[in-house]
């Protein structure tokens, strides 16, 4: 069981279909059977490539994943035995992008009818993440400070001193009006 999250992008993944298959999609020229044998419901046939190994000699498996999908050269290093026992034989693969999978997250059966022997990245899926520059690492992250409440005392100033200017300018208004 492969699963197949719903973010997933840049993944290449090779299924080795077995004769009952090939045979099945040879003739009726339909992506029905490879469905069943995947557990999905639908695929995208823009992302799936067929591929016989016997056309592809001289080349390998490999060298075809490698020059057509740029995959990348350590995934390749870690299939290579199984990519190339495929391409010494008459076989029929599938080469699925992660695009083809129409329904995701999803989870596929890769054994039986369609057999999974290879799952590799592509050249802009490697990525990783650098750790951001900490100046000072025992420091911890902090809420800015809050304003602080002014007090009850400080609020009754406040009063105090706007009803002694109100006062004020009412004593100057009646020495204007006097004078």
Known sequence: MTVISEHEHGVVRVFLLDAQLRATLENTKS????????????????????????????MT??????????????????YQFQLDAVS??????????????????????TEGAARLIATLRE????????????????ATLQDPPQKKRPSDAAMSGR????????????????????G
């Open 31 to 58: 992506y029905a059977a490879v469905c069943a044998a995947l557990g999905v419901d639908e695929i995208n046939p823009d992302d799936v490539q067929q591929v016989e190994t016997q056309t592809l000699a001289p």
């Open 61 to 78: 498996l490999a060298d075809f994943l490698r020059d057509g999908y740029e995959a990348n050269v350590d995934d390749l290093t870690e």
């Open 88 to 109: 010494d034989t008459d076989a029929m693969v599938l080469v699925m992008r992660t695009g083809a999978f129409v329904t995701r997250p999803t989870t596929l059966t």
């Open 123 to 138: 050249p802009h899926s490697n990525f990783t993440f650098k750790p951001l520059p900490n100046p000072d690492p025992d």
């Open 159 to 178: 009063i105090a001193t706007v009803a002694l200017l109100v006062m004020a300018l009412l004593v100057w208004l009646m020495i204007w009006i006097a």
